[in-house]
């Protein structure tokens, strides 16, 4: 949606849900969420919005209740330039560019390098691991030309695309679906996939297209003119068959970790650490800041992994700061509800989150990367609607807070197709306005006032 050229981010107002369906043990009642939909979205308003707790299912926002949840859920990044790869990252990268090159052009790749002195050889042969360098070392298009009569045992290539719905992209979510989540065939379909993965969710200047760059991930230092924006596909082939695929938000200052899938026969190869390295890798080239893996879970063993690559940050719930990764560790191991601000009266969380995660028996153990919740109608999110004020979400506004500080003047409303504030119609329409109030006051104690006066509240 554009406004005289702009872009803008126009939500339905939003409103707090309880006693969902978990996407995670599957409870029937356990998952709490304040959520809303987007009609259009702009990069820099849901970067915003991951500061704050909030992530995204198709256009569908969502920020989880961590305190009365079955399986509460923190914000978690890494600043990809204090990355760090562990030995497991490193022996997992070699290993599988071991594989892709075979021993021959492995051979034949050390003596190039060791006879020009090539400052990208990398591996066991230098102290210094460049991940970089290592990540693209196996591809095809990043191979040396002086070796190109030597055979590679397979032909690896990863290509970042646009997020167009095609049949051998469905293929493979469909084929993920089944074997990773057991879905029926019922339940997987490619409108469903399409809406969940593929939508475009962001609005862009007129005269920008986020795609008109190159889409191949190349050679160290070798990036973009114009910088990549929205929502992207980053296809992973070998031999020519796509095998795996991340869905990733690449915003102003981060890339984000929406989805990944791959078939269950390659998953041997540690696909999952892998692509998580990618991802970190392309923060760097990008010139972006953060690495964002979604969401964690301090009691699913499948999300290990994301504390794994460090040095990362957890989001407090009400002070909406980052603090080590390692700081939390120690009060999750409390059982507690963790949040650093004096005043959250040391509350605890209602379901004791080191209960076991049912989820974990349905997923194969080779398996390591366990992404946030899959696609679910907004429906579904919708048992119990409440108004936020009458629970204990931490995070939220008091409503006389919000009441004394709110300015109705920065409030923009759009009612059939028609641009409004708060204040026109306090003015002009009190029956309206009336009726409006509670939904405008509600998203100002979520999001903040500063981020709703950047937001239109689209009422249908």
Request: aromatic share 12%; proline share 5%; hydrophobic share 35%.
């Amino acid at each position: 949606m554009l406004l005289d050229g702009t872009p803008i981010a126009a939500v339905l107002p939003g409103h707090y849900i309880g006693e969902r369906r978990c996407g995670y043990c599957h409870r029937a009642s356990g998952s709490c969420v304040f959520g809303f939909t987007s009609i259009s979205l702009t990069v820099d308003v849901y970067q915003r919005l991951m500061d704050r707790g909030f992530r995204r299912s198709g256009t569908f926002l969502y920020k989880p209740d961590t305190l009365n949840s079955c399986c509460p859920q923190y914000t978690i990044r890494l600043k990809a330039s204090d990355f760090k790869a562990s030995k497991e990252h490193r022996q997992a990268i070699n290993r599988f560019n071991r594989l892709i090159l075979g021993a021959q052009y492995e051979e034949a790749l050390r003596r190039h390098n060791s006879s020009s002195h090539s400052s990208s050889s990398v591996g066991k042969h230098n102290s210094e691991f460049d991940l970089i360098t290592t990540i693209h070392r196996a591809e095809y298009n990043c191979l040396p030309p002086g070796l190109s009569h030597i055979p590679v045992a397979h032909k690896f290539e990863v290509r970042l695309v646009p997020p167009d719905c095609t049949d051998e992209k469905f293929e493979l979510y469909r084929h993920y679906q089944k074997t990773c989540h057991h879905e029926p065939d019922s339940k997987i379909t490619k409108h469903g996939f399409k809406r969940f993965l593929c939508g475009q969710p962001f609005e862009f200047e007129k005269n920008f297209d986020p795609y008109s760059v190159e889409s191949v991930v190349t050679e160290r230092g070798q990036r973009p003119d114009t910088k990549r924006l929205g929502l992207w596909h980053q296809m992973y082939y070998l031999d020519n068959q796509l095998i795996a695929m991340a869905v990733l938000d690449i915003l102003p200052d981060s890339v984000s970790s929406v989805y990944f899938m791959s078939r269950e026969e390659f998953s041997k190869y540690s696909l999952g650490k892998l692509s998580a390295c990618r991802e970190i890798a392309l923060v760097l080239e990008d010139q972006r800041k953060y690495y964002h893996m979604g969401l964690y879970i301090y009691s699913c063993q499948k999300m290990k992994y994301k504390a794994s690559f460090c040095p990362s940050e957890i989001l407090d719930p009400e002070l909406y700061r980052y603090f080590s990764f390692d700081i939390f560790a120690t009060e999750f191991e409390k059982g507690q509800y963790v949040s650093f601000a004096k005043n959250h009266n040391g509350r605890v969380l209602t379901k004791d989150p080191r209960m076991p995660i049912a989820s974990e028996t349905i997923r194969d153990q080779n398996e390591e990367r366990y992404d946030d919740e899959a696609e679910e109608d907004e429906e579904d999110h919708m048992p119990i609607i409440q108004t936020v004020f009458d629970t204990d979400m931490p995070g939220i506004a008091k409503l006389e807070d919000i009441e004394s500080g709110i300015d109705m003047s920065k409030v923009r409303v759009i009612i059939q197709n028609y641009v409004f504030t708060g204040e026109n119609l306090a003015n002009t329409h009190p029956t309206v306005f009336a009726r409006l109030l509670d939904p405008m006051l509600q998203m100002a104690a979520v999001v903040g006032l500063d981020l709703l006066y950047e937001v239109f509240l689209y009422f249908q």
